[in-house]
């Protein structure tokens, strides 16, 4: 059964596990939230890596909850597209509102 959920919903279980590693670090949070500044500078990995980061316990729980959600039911159907189309949303969403 566990090997059969890790190969239906793959990204929808990484994104979930980063994110609370991410939670568990203070030093690793910093270092990966979105900062426009910072990204000006060169680090630019944080378009993507902001979306792991979290203000606080109730932000990463709620935050957990939903994407875990709609993400294996979005994985699920459209299991060809859902990897690339996340890639791609992790950096069009944080370059858009910038």
């Known amino acids: ?3 059969k ?3 239906t919903y793959p ?3 990484f994104i979930t596990i980063v994110s609370l590693v991410v939670a568990c670090s203070t030093s690793l949070s910093f270092g990966l939230q979105l900062d426009y500044e910072r990204v000006a500078r060169g ?3 944080r378009l993507a890596t902001g979306h792991v980061t979290h203000w606080g316990f109730s932000h990463l729980f709620w935050d957990v909850c939903m ?3 709609l993400s294996a039911i979005c994985e699920r159907r459209h299991r060809r597209w859902y990897a690339p189309v996340t890639l791609a ?3 069009f969403i944080s370059a ?3």
Do not use: D, G
């Open 5 to 7: 959920t890790i190969r």
């Open 43 to 45: 680090q630019w990995w």
């Open 67 to 69: 994407f875990a959600a």
């Open 89 to 91: 949303s992790l950096l």
């Open 11 to 13: 990204v929808t279980i």
């Open 96 to 98: 858009a509102i910038a």
């Open 1 to 3: 059964m566990f090997h």
